[in-house]
Structures are given as C-alpha cells and as structure tokens.
C-alpha cells in the first residue's frame, strides 16, 4: 500500500503565534520537532495498516522543517518547492492509494485557529463555490484529481468538522480549538497517540467508498487585505475584478485553479 502524506504547521497540536512557525525564530525547533512527531505517528499507524511506500511532503513556509532522522526506513521526503501547482500535495499521482494531511489549519475568513489563513497573508478569504477555502480544501481536490482519496485529517476542530463534510468517510483527529487569538490544545501525548490510531483505522477501509467526484466547475472568489494588490493580481489570464478587493476566476479545469493560486497568492 502506498501512502501521500501531506504536513503543516500551523494545524499540529502545540501552534497558536506566527513565530512559533517561523524557522529564523528562538523557540521554533520545539514546533518543527512536534510536527516531525505528528507526521512519524501518522506513519507507524499507516504501517500498521499494510503501508509499505509512504511519501511525505514537508508543506510548512521553508519545506525544511521535518527531522528526516526520525522518519520511518519506507518513507521518502519531499523537501523544497519545485513550483508545481501541485504545491502542498506535490508528487501525489495516481499509483497512491490514499493521502492523508497532518498540522493542517482553518481557512482565512475562520476562526477556528489563532493561525488561520489559505496560502499567504494577503487574502482576507478565498472561496470555491461560495465556500470559505482552507489549504485541506484545495489540496485535496488536487488529490481528488488524480484519483487519490483523503482519508486522514488533523488539526483545529473547525477544519477537522468543516473536512468530515467534504469528505465522509474521512478520519479526523481534532488537535485543538482556536478561541480568537488563543487555542485549548490536547497533550502532545495525547494528540499522537490518536494520530497513530486513527490514521491505522483510515487505511483499513474501502478506498473506493472514500473517493470524492469534483464540481464540474469552479467559481473562486478571492478578498485581498490590500486593493493595491487586488487591482495588480486582476492582470492574471482570466481574473476579473468584482471589487476593491475582491477578484473573481472560474474554470472548468481544477488543474487552472491551481495553477492561478499559485501565481497570484
């Protein structure tokens, strides 16, 4: 069985500050080993269920934040971003059988985390088909695109809830609960413990019961902090300006979707 395992930061049990995340910062190595913990107990519970090829893509800021030492003998690490769309799942395809995300974290435009944002800072929210978009949305209909279903979500109540309705038969483990700029966090113990268990117990159902059908279009709203930056990012193929801020790009192709996210975020 061969597993994607897509990891952040901002989503793991103990982040609730910007510079907890940030590599350059005095006490983010604390933070970067807790998030190489997560993703190492999402691995021993994926080889528990028959796992014997699982890929990890390090999706935090730098890609450079997860121990490689503390990884299992049949996991590979994608450190770095090539500048595939693909971004935060980059090097998922069809030969995966199921993907799972670690850390992950609420959409901009939610309250669910002290850390909530999509991609960068610049969006106030982005929205696919009138609802609010985390980095778990948009990157697992990347893995929808290639047949992969997502089995496996931690991170903030809000996302994990917002996640089960996305996908139903997805296994969830919430992390902790954001209340405005503060969070009530499970024991890291606790939080790795039910990593471990939950990812084994995704990996042991009918995969072709979780796959998801994508929307046969696409309607992305994005609300930019600064209308300076919304009115540069209207240039993009396709943008249209609908307001100050705000800018509209509908697609029938997901892979465009993509493709304009990771050029104007």
């Not at 450079?64 to 690490?77: F, G, M, R």
């Not at 042991?204 to 300076?228: G, M, W, Y």
Request: charged fraction near 25%.
């Amino acid at each position: 069985m061969k597993i994607f395992i897509s990891a952040d930061m901002e989503g793991i049990t103990s982040t609730i500050r910007w510079d907890e995340c940030e590599a350059e910062k005095s006490f983010y190595s604390i933070y970067a080993e807790q998030m190489t913990k997560e993703v190492a107990a999402a691995c021993e519970g994926a080889i528990a269920a028959g796992a014997d090829e699982i890929v990890i893509k390090d999706a935090h800021d730098t890609a450079a934040n997860i121990d490689i030492t503390k990884l299992p003998e049949c996991a590979k690490l994608i450190r770095g971003w090539s500048g595939h769309p693909y971004s935060m799942v980059q090097g998922i395809n069809d030969t995966f059988d199921a993907a799972m995300f670690i850390g992950y974290h609420s959409a901009a435009g939610r309250e669910g985390n002290p850390l909530s944002h999509t991609m960068t800072s610049r969006p106030l929210y982005i929205k696919i088909n009138g609802e609010y978009a985390s980095e778990f949305t948009i990157y697992s209909y990347a893995a929808a695109c290639e047949g992969v279903p997502t089995v496996f979500l931690s991170g903030d109540k809000m996302l994990c809830e917002e996640g089960r309705k996305m996908h139903p038969c997805l296994h969830t483990v919430e992390v902790k609960e954001g209340i405005g700029s503060a969070a009530i966090c499970i024991s890291t113990t606790r939080s790795l413990k039910l990593i471990r268990e939950n990812a084994e117990k995704s990996l042991k159902q009918d995969f072709n019961k979780a796959r998801i059908s994508l929307p046969d279009r696409f309607n992305v709203e994005i609300c930019f902090k600064e209308h300076t930056y919304a009115n540069k990012m209207s240039y993009y193929p396709g943008m249209r300006k609908v307001g100050a801020n705000t800018l509209i790009f509908e697609s029938q192709d997901y892979f465009e979707v993509l493709r304009m996210i990771g050029f104007v975020l």
